[in-house]
């Protein structure tokens, strides 16, 4: 929806494994973010980049990698050192003038 | 203190009504504000900018004050399709957003 996409929709690991979640956009902007919702919560902000190849800590960046080696797209990997990691993961892009994020369907990660 | 707060609601309102929402902030540097609607296990998705001058789009009204650093949101004729959760939203310099919490919407027959 919106050139953004996020897969899988569904994601169940045990506790203890990595796990990478992917993102996707297609309309060439350069800045992508990295949200957890978690129930009743706002969004907080994990990780973003404003360019290729760079990116920044947010707030809750301590369990979680990420990489940006190409425009088009910014995983994210939630390690076992997260100490809760089931949540409702959500990317964003924006890109111009305005600092509007639009935002990818999301991950529903389960850690058993 | 949060650095946006919203009341969380619920806001039980009838078809029809007019609701309002207020969002308050803390950081007096917030150049830009939104209201996000997040439908139940959804992605946000934008509803309108918030502009200093106030703007409005069909029956969505938004307002900011930055005197009192708040903006709000109003609704008219309210439909049952209304029914969401809607974030306040704002930038804090960084060019990342900060998201309020969010305020429930039930709009009932």
């Known amino acids: 929806d919106g050139g953004i996409t996020q897969s899988p929709k569904y994601l169940f690991r045990k506790e203890g494994q990595n796990v990478t979640l992917s993102c996707e956009q297609n309309l060439n902007h350069d800045a992508m973010y990295w949200y957890r919702q978690d129930p009743g919560q706002g969004l907080r902000l994990i990780y973003y980049?404003?360019?290729?190849?760079?990116?920044q800590k947010g707030d809750i960046a301590e369990g979680y990698s990420v990489s940006r080696e190409k425009k088009e797209s910014f995983p994210l990997t939630v390690t076992s050192a997260q100490k809760n990691p089931t949540a409702f993961y959500l990317c964003?892009?924006?890109?111009?003038?305005?600092?509007?994020?639009?935002f990818g369907p999301g991950t529903r990660l389960t850690v058993l | 203190r949060k650095e946006v707060e919203q009341d969380p609601g619920p806001f039980n309102v009838p078809e029809g009504a007019t609701v309002a929402f207020n969002c308050t902030y803390s950081?007096?540097?917030?150049?830009?504000f939104f209201w996000y609607r997040q439908d139940c296990r959804k992605e946000p998705k934008l509803l309108m900018s918030?502009?200093?001058s106030g703007n409005e789009d069909g029956r969505f009204t938004a307002q900011l004050n930055r005197a009192s650093q708040y903006i709000s949101l109003l609704i008219r004729d309210s439909k049952l399709s209304d029914s969401a959760t809607y974030l306040c939203?704002?930038?804090?310099?960084?060019?990342?957003?900060?998201f309020g919490s969010g305020t429930r919407l039930q709009v009932q027959p």
């Open positions: 964003a892009m924006s890109g111009g003038a305005s600092d509007e994020q639009f």
């Open positions: 950081n007096s540097a917030s150049q830009s």
């Open positions: 939203v704002m930038d804090t310099g960084r060019r990342a957003l900060t």
């Open positions: 980049s404003q360019i290729v190849n760079d990116f």
């Open positions: 918030v502009y200093s």
